[in-house]
């Protein structure tokens, strides 16, 4: 049976770790479906017997290099916020700063969640999982911060959240596309509006 690495990014071996870079760039790059393993062994400088050793098969890569992916955005969102943030409610729109930071260095073709689950659409997939649980998580951080700054109602608070994540995945999906100006700033701008109703008396 083949060894499938369940070990976290920083420690992987050196293989492992050079094809997950690999894949994590043709995956975003050229799209998951187009992309074979053959292709990922040649860029990685491995072998094909490597890769499956290391990480079972596509499914599992696929499905390490969005955690991955996940472990960096979480990481990048938090430390913006904990860094940008100033009041509550500021912390709140830092998370849209931040997503606009995020895009600019790393996202020219969108969300790589978003681009994953179009492909994957069998939610029994390991990638399709690890995007769900992504999402979720966004929007559990964003209730955590509506809640702070004042969306104290349990009500209020889901209202808020769902607005929130629609907003912010709304406007990364406009910036992929290129079809809006500044989908970010306008969704800045509507989550301030929002925020204003979730916390008024």
Known sequence: MSRVSTAPPD?????????????????YERGIT????????????VTKKTLYDRFGGKDALIAA????????????LTEWVDGHGGDARERVLATFDALAEWMLRRDPRGCG???AAAELPDPAHP???????QKRWLRGYLYELGAAAGAG???????????LSLLHEG???????????????????????????????
């Open 65 to 76: 290099y969005l955690r991955e992916r996940d472990q960096r955005w979480r990481a990048w």
């Open 153 to 163: 109602d349990p009500d209020r608070a889901q209202r808020l959240a769902d607005e």
């Open 113 to 115: 969640f978003v681009n």
């Open 127 to 133: 990638g399709r999982r690890a995007v769900t649980e």
């Open 11 to 27: 420690e992987l071996t050196p293989g492992a770790r050079k094809i997950l870079d690999a894949a994590a760039t043709l995956f």
């Open 171 to 201: 406007a990364t999906v406009l910036h992929g596309l290129g079809v809006a100006d500044d989908p970010v700033g306008t969704a800045r701008a509507l989550a301030e509006e929002a925020l204003e109703r979730a916390t008024a008396p």
């Open 34 to 45: 187009a992309v074979g393993v053959d292709l990922i062994a040649k860029e990685a400088g």
